[in-house]
Protein backbone atom coordinates (compact mmCIF):
# COMPACT_ATOMS: atom_id res chain seq x y z
CA UNK A 1 0.00 0.00 0.00
CA UNK A 2 1.40 3.33 -0.99
CA UNK A 3 0.56 6.77 0.73
CA UNK A 4 0.93 10.23 -0.19
CA UNK A 5 -0.55 13.43 0.52
CA UNK A 6 -0.82 16.21 -1.88
CA UNK A 7 -0.14 19.66 -0.82
CA UNK A 8 -2.33 22.07 -2.88
CA UNK A 9 -1.58 25.73 -3.13
CA UNK A 10 -4.32 28.47 -4.83
CA UNK A 11 -6.13 26.72 -7.54
CA UNK A 12 -7.72 28.25 -9.71
CA UNK A 13 -11.83 27.58 -9.20
CA UNK A 14 -14.91 29.34 -9.24
CA UNK A 15 -14.21 30.27 -5.34
CA UNK A 16 -10.75 31.39 -5.61
CA UNK A 17 -12.32 33.85 -8.79
CA UNK A 18 -14.73 34.99 -6.39
CA UNK A 19 -13.03 35.36 -3.61
CA UNK A 20 -9.65 36.95 -5.63
CA UNK A 21 -10.71 37.85 -8.86
CA UNK A 22 -8.44 37.03 -11.92
CA UNK A 23 -4.35 36.54 -11.49
CA UNK A 24 -4.29 39.69 -14.12
CA UNK A 25 -7.13 41.94 -12.68
CA UNK A 26 -5.74 45.46 -11.47
CA UNK A 27 -5.21 45.52 -7.91
CA UNK A 28 -5.01 48.40 -5.10
CA UNK A 29 -1.83 49.43 -4.16
CA UNK A 30 -1.38 47.84 -0.77
CA UNK A 31 -2.29 44.07 -3.11
CA UNK A 32 0.31 44.83 -5.91
CA UNK A 33 2.82 45.66 -2.97
CA UNK A 34 2.09 42.32 -1.67
CA UNK A 35 1.85 40.27 -4.75
CA UNK A 36 5.79 41.86 -6.36
CA UNK A 37 7.00 38.84 -4.42
CA UNK A 38 5.07 36.23 -5.82
CA UNK A 39 5.75 37.25 -9.41
CA UNK A 40 8.72 35.86 -9.23
CA UNK A 41 6.84 32.52 -9.48
CA UNK A 42 4.74 32.55 -12.68
CA UNK A 43 3.08 29.39 -11.82
CA UNK A 44 1.84 30.60 -8.44
CA UNK A 45 -1.93 29.94 -9.08
CA UNK A 46 -2.58 26.37 -10.33
CA UNK A 47 -5.65 24.76 -11.80
CA UNK A 48 -7.00 21.46 -10.92
CA UNK A 49 -5.53 19.70 -14.36
CA UNK A 50 -2.49 20.26 -12.47
CA UNK A 51 -3.29 19.05 -9.16
CA UNK A 52 -5.33 15.75 -11.40
CA UNK A 53 -1.64 15.20 -13.14
CA UNK A 54 0.06 14.88 -9.47
CA UNK A 55 -2.60 12.45 -8.72
CA UNK A 56 -2.41 10.34 -11.88
CA UNK A 57 1.31 10.62 -11.80
CA UNK A 58 1.09 8.69 -8.32
CA UNK A 59 -1.62 6.63 -9.06
CA UNK A 60 0.45 4.76 -12.19
CA UNK A 61 3.20 2.22 -11.71
CA UNK A 62 6.03 4.93 -12.20
CA UNK A 63 5.73 6.34 -8.72
CA UNK A 64 5.76 3.07 -7.44
CA UNK A 65 8.66 3.78 -5.00
CA UNK A 66 7.26 7.15 -3.87
CA UNK A 67 5.15 6.64 -0.50
CA UNK A 68 4.96 8.42 2.72
CA UNK A 69 5.51 12.02 0.62
CA UNK A 70 4.00 15.13 1.06
CA UNK A 71 4.33 16.84 -2.59
CA UNK A 72 3.73 20.04 -2.59
CA UNK A 73 1.79 21.80 -5.37
CA UNK A 74 2.05 25.27 -4.94
CA UNK A 75 4.05 26.76 -7.81
CA UNK A 76 7.01 27.66 -5.29
CA UNK A 77 5.24 29.39 -2.55
CA UNK A 78 6.38 27.23 -0.24
CA UNK A 79 10.05 27.40 -0.73
CA UNK A 80 9.76 30.93 -0.63
Known sequence: ???NAICA???LT???LARFGTPDAPKPAEDQRADERVKEYPFW???PADIASIA???A???SR???GAA???DGGRSAY
Open 65 to 67: MIT
Open 56 to 58: LFL
Open 14 to 16: ERI
Open 1 to 3: MRV
Open 9 to 11: GRI
Open 45 to 47: VGT
Open 60 to 62: CAE
Open 71 to 73: IPA
